[in-house]
């Protein structure tokens, strides 16, 4: 079992940056990690992967060149630097995590996920 807890969220000017952190106990460094984000009244989507190495990454169209995960085996911790932050990324973002490595990734792929932590981009 994985236990996943996010923090680091909160307001922000757009243009600015934020990094968001994701603690997690259990075996991590076998699971392969997600960014989901769930912006107010819509579905919850994908945002980036990463490979439980870190070898592999992935990143949803809306965010590439932008966001970048990371995440540090060592320390159970995983990571999502968000640049050059626009008002259409305000969400709750969430981390999850899954043993699969696919092509593309849904909510139903994943086996553990966060409570989330509120990301709100301003003018």
């Given at each position: ?5 996010e ?14 952190s994701?603690a997690?106990s ?13 912006p ?9 992967a ?5 070898g592999?990454?992935?990143?949803a ?9 990371s995440?540090d085996?060592?320390?159970?911790m ?13 969400a ?7 043993r699969?490595?696919l092509v ?17 981009v301003?003018?």
């Amino acid at each position: 079992q994985v236990t996943l807890v996010e923090s680091g969220g909160g307001l922000v000017q757009a243009g600015g940056s934020l990094r968001l952190s994701c603690a997690a106990s259990g075996p991590f460094s076998t699971y392969n990690m997600f960014w989901f984000r769930q912006p107010p009244g819509k579905e919850r989507e994908f945002v980036a992967a990463i490979s439980w190495t870190g070898g592999g990454i992935d990143t949803a169209d809306a965010v590439k060149g932008r966001f970048t995960p990371s995440r540090d085996n060592v320390k159970n911790m995983l990571y999502l630097q968000m640049n050059r932050l626009q008002v259409e990324d305000t969400a709750v973002y969430l981390c999850a995590a899954s043993r699969n490595w696919l092509v593309s990734w849904s909510s139903a792929d994943m086996e553990y996920w966060g409570k989330g932590t509120l990301v709100t981009v301003s003018l």
